[in-house]
Structure formats: C-alpha cells, structure tokens
C-alpha cells in the first residue's frame, strides 16, 4: 500500500513538478520569463527544506546538502532576474531619449549572460533533482500539523530577529536588501502555512502593509541596480554626453526617494512583527 503523504509535502510536491517542467522548457528553449519562474520555484523548495529541517532538528546538514545541487542555478537565475530589473528601470527612466551605447552595452551583456546561464542549468546532473525528491520525500513522513506550525514559526521568528535592525535611524542598502529578502521568505511561509490549512502567523492588516513595504522595496531595488549598472557602464566610458550624467542623476535621486520611503514603512511595520 502507499503511504498516505501529508499536505505539506503534497504542496512540495506539486512546486517540484513545476519546476522540473520550467526546467526541461528552458533545455530546449531559454526564455528569461521562464528562467524567473524556475528561481520563484528554487525559493519555494529551499524555504521547504529549511522547515523540514526544523522539524528534524537533529539533521543540521538537511537544509544544506539536498540544495547544495541547487546553488549555482540559483545564484545564475538571480543574475537574470536582476539583468531584467536594470532593463524594466532603464525602459523607465530613458524617456524618449536614446542612449545607443548604452543599448548596445545591453544586448551585448544580455547574449553573453544568457549563454552562460543556459550552460550552466543544462550541465547540471540530473540525478540531483532526484535525491532532491527523495530526501523531501523521506522527510516529510509522518508530519503532522502542530509539528510544521511549530517549525514554521521558529523559521519566522528567526528571520525577524536577523532583520533586527529597527533601532537603526537610517537603513542602509544591505539593511534594505535583507528586509525584502527576509519579508519574502516570511510570505511563503505564510503562504505554505495557509495552503496546508494552519493560521497565518500575522494578520490580514500587517500582511497588507508587509505587501505595500515589499512593492516599494522592489522599486527601490530595481532602480538601485540599475543605477549601479550604469554607473558602471559610465566608468568604462570616459567621454559620455551630458544625458548620461543626467540619466544618473535621476537614478541616484529616485534610490534615495525610495530609500527613504522604504525606512518609513519599516519603521511603522516592524514593531508590529
């Protein structure tokens, strides 16, 4: 007889299925649409296992050898993810001006990372999807709900105690860069503590103002790098007009309009959590 898996893993098991499929597309055809659907797939497993490995507290290694395989994909679908963000903002801010170096500096890297990434995901192995499945699968026997309430909730609580960085009068970018990333991985797991039939940690209120703080962290964030990008591209040029200048101007004056409206959400959310 089949042993009769819990919710848990059957949410596991229905993000892994498409992520093997976002997979097998992007071996045959690499489309960064897709290459930012298998990262959200990537966070949603590593967040899985880290629950599990609270659960299994005595596995320490869980969290990190069954996603170790993963790390690289991750790391090079993130670099994707960002290239969009500096072009989204670049689209943004250009006006109708053009900016033909720039452009061209644009779809050189584009061709030149994509390669790379491609490269990368189809010289995988693929048995590591398979010990993958098999060590989630494992694990995830005999779960039941107070145990993944309780190991959600100790995931929780130790993101907001390393995003302890409320007493700070001003957020620093690293500061910024962790609030998102950390608030992004409180929503899944509120998310997975929902989809399994447990209460959410926080309220609808708070999650309403965790979702306004995150669109303005990800605006923050998408002008940051592309404010960066194309400081760099400027470093390399020493002869750029004038709309250059300007352009950056705009970028770095828009980054500290964001900045600061970013530190007033934190401040009136994070007493909250």
Sequence with gaps: MFKKVSPLFQLFEKQYGEARSLLTALNKNFRSKKALELEEKLVFINVYLHI?????????????ESFSGFKAIERSLRRI????????????EKGKVGFAS???????????????VYELIISRPL????????????YSQGIKPLMINTATQQLINEELEYLNVGSKEVLDSQSMREVMEGLQIVTVVENINVAVGLNPVFTADIHQEMRKLLHVLASWNKTSLFAQ???HFLSDNEQVGNKYLEL??????KRKRLALEVASLWDALYPKL
Excluded: C, G, P, T
């Design 52 to 64: 599990l490995n609270k659960i299994h507290f005595q596995e320490e290694r869980l969290k990190f």
């Design 81 to 92: 993810h960002h290239y969009k963000l500096v072009m989204a903002a670049f689209e943004e």
């Design 102 to 116: 720039y452009e061209n500096f644009l779809i050189s890297e584009k061709k030149a990372l994509y390669k790379e």
């Design 127 to 138: 048995d590591i999807w398979e010990k993958l499945y098999v060590a989630a699968y494992d």
């Design 229 to 231: 990008h194309l400081n």
């Design 248 to 253: 950056a101007k705009k970028a770095r004056d």
